[in-house]
């Protein structure tokens, strides 16, 4: 199998995306979650450009990878300075990291607008930069800025670009899309004329993602002879970011049959994508290819039948190759092959009646403004009670919601909950910081006497949305609550549907509480 390299730029390129930031301890996190997957090279970035990164590259010289080289990332010498005395190059020069990635000028405009250096000069700055460097020992990556820009102007100074590198001992001429501006079959033809041009140098890539190709020209240009890929993780970068590694790798893995990481590290990419986007604290987008919570996601009922029959019917790759795990989603598309996988999902048994009777139960819910796809656990519940398995938690008597607010002084809202656990009849009290606040409050004072295991469920999310918005204030509302253990663990969604606010919420809180109970989440003991 043909061998392609990865280079990841996370912690440089990366972080020029808006609102991307880390310390240097997590970027070191990072560096070995990267490492652990197989990439080859990682770039660190600017050596003491900043106090941070001069703490980043003082952490990384103490850390022992498993195979990925650190690279340091910098630029050609100033105009009018040799290149030995060009401080910047001395820093390159001094750092542990094994690899030096310097990147230059290809473009004339840059050259006339930017640098404002003759051509000649340009060629200079090339040649001696990356000369000085493999003097002090260094590997050299050769980032051709604005290359495919060059092409385009003038074909033959970019090569002169290119060789200038090669011959002063550059290891990989990567050839970068640095404005995203290209396509495909503009990437590839490039590269093919470059690889025929210079056919003893290794060619790189490195792209963009403004015109929504930087995976494809990723690939393309990999097709063409490119034999090393740049890019990000889950293409964090400047303005529409970079090219996609968390998609870039399995596609050249597992669909063009190139060589990139040890196959049995392709399962820890899901992993390596959420948790990079963890530290950030960003989410994952969910649609994104391969990684993402609904790449594998069905809805459909006749794509679920067919799943079931055979998962090549509509699914691209088993999703387990790359640590993801199919999920069917139920909604008024749903049949009863929704139905039956995901009550098999949950460990129970439906007889044909009851599955038929769920689905029209189902289609209904969703017609009176339920949305299961986001509320799992509601939907789980729904399938209990069609089973004839659901134990409520509680025989339900009343509540009731009052808020105060005085002049000069704040809100006060209080709720009582009167319900019944067996035999023992509960009227509990509370105040919270809002109508649903109090209402939880109530409700745990009464239910964790016998369920004391339901106090260490917390409600992490908490979303609104009116539905029938002509009707105003009188719009019916749905509510939707994420919860999860206090320790971490499995989270969950459920729902409640209402024209009153509170109600909704009400039914939204039972259930999380009463799918913790029912699955085991809180471990719930009692009568």
């Known amino acids: 199998m043909t061998s392609v390299k990865l280079y990841d730029t996370t912690l440089r390129d990366g972080m020029q995306g808006q609102g991307m930031s880390l310390s240097a301890a997590e970027k070191v996190r990072v560096v070995h979650a990267l490492d652990a997957l197989g990439v080859q090279f990682i770039e660190a970035g600017f050596p003491a450009s900043n106090p941070k990164e001069a703490e980043l590259f003082e952490l990384l010289a103490e850390e022992k990878l498993e195979q990925a080289a650190i690279c340091a990332f910098g630029m050609t010498r100033r105009r009018g300075v040799e290149a030995d005395q060009d401080e910047a190059l001395m820093l390159l020069a001094s750092t542990f990291a094994p690899v030096v990635t310097l990147v230059g000028k290809t473009w004339s405009l840059h050259l006339e607008k930017v640098t404002k250096v003759t051509r000649e000069e340009n060629l200079a700055m090339i040649g001696e930069s990356v000369a000085f460097l493999r003097g002090e020992g260094k590997r050299i990556m050769y980032d051709a800025e604005h290359f495919f820009d060059a092409w385009g102007d003038d074909r033959d100074y970019s090569l002169e670009c290119l060789k200038a590198a090669h011959e002063a001992g550059a290891e990989v001429l990567v050839l970068c899309d640095t404005n ?19 056919p003893e140098s290794e060619l790189g890539i490195h792209c963009h ?14 097709d063409a002879g490119a034999r090393q890929v740049q890019g990000t993780v889950n293409g964090y970068g400047e303005r529409c970011g970079n090219s996609n590694l968390i998609s870039i790798l399995p596609s050249l893995q597992l669909k063009m049959g190139y060589e990139v990481v040890p196959p049995e590290n392709m399962k820890e990419l899901s992993s390596v994508s959420h948790f990079v986007a963890d530290l950030l604290n960003v989410a994952v987008d969910p649609d994104q290819a391969y990684v993402g919570k609904n790449a594998f996601a069905h809805k459909g009922g006749m794509h679920v039948a067919g799943i079931a029959a055979d998962a090549r019917t509509f699914e691209h790759m088993d999703p387990e190759a790359v640590g993801n795990a199919r999920k069917v989603l139920a909604s008024e598309l749903s049949g009863k092959a929704t139905v039956l996988a995901r009550a098999e999902e949950i460990g129970l048994e439906l007889d044909d009646a009851a599955a038929r009777d769920a689905v029209e139960t189902l289609k209904q819910k969703e017609h009176d403004g339920y949305h299961y796809e986001a509320a ?9 009670q069609e089973a004839g398995e659901f134990k409520p938690l509680f025989t339900f008597e009343s509540f009731k919601v009052q808020t105060e607010k005085r002049a000069g002084a704040p809100v006060e809202t209080e709720a009582i909950v009167k319900i019944k656990v067996g035999d023992e009849r509960y009227v509990e009290v509370a105040e919270g910081n809002g109508p649903v606040n109090a209402l939880d409050r109530a409700l745990r004072q009464a239910i964790t006497l016998h369920y004391p295991e339901l106090s260490k469920i917390e409600l992490t999310g908490y979303r609104v949305r009116i539905l029938d918005t002509a009707h105003g204030t009188g719009a019916g509302t749905r509510v939707l609550l994420d919860s999860r253990r206090e320790d971490g663990g499995d ?12 109600e909704a919420s009400w039914e939204a809180l039972v259930d999380s509480l009463a799918y913790a109970f029912q699955n085991g989440n809180a471990g719930a003991s009692g009568d």
């Open 376 to 384: 799992e656990a509601s939907f789980d519940l729904l399938l209990r």
């Open 180 to 198: 995203g501006a290209h396509l495909p079959d503009q990437i590839a033809a490039a590269v093919g004329e470059v690889r025929s041009a210079l």
């Open 491 to 502: 989270s969950w969604g459920s729902i409640g549907v209402s024209e009153n606010i509170i």
């Open 209 to 222: 993602n403004d015109a929504e190709c930087g995976v494809a020209n990723a690939l393309a240009a990999v």
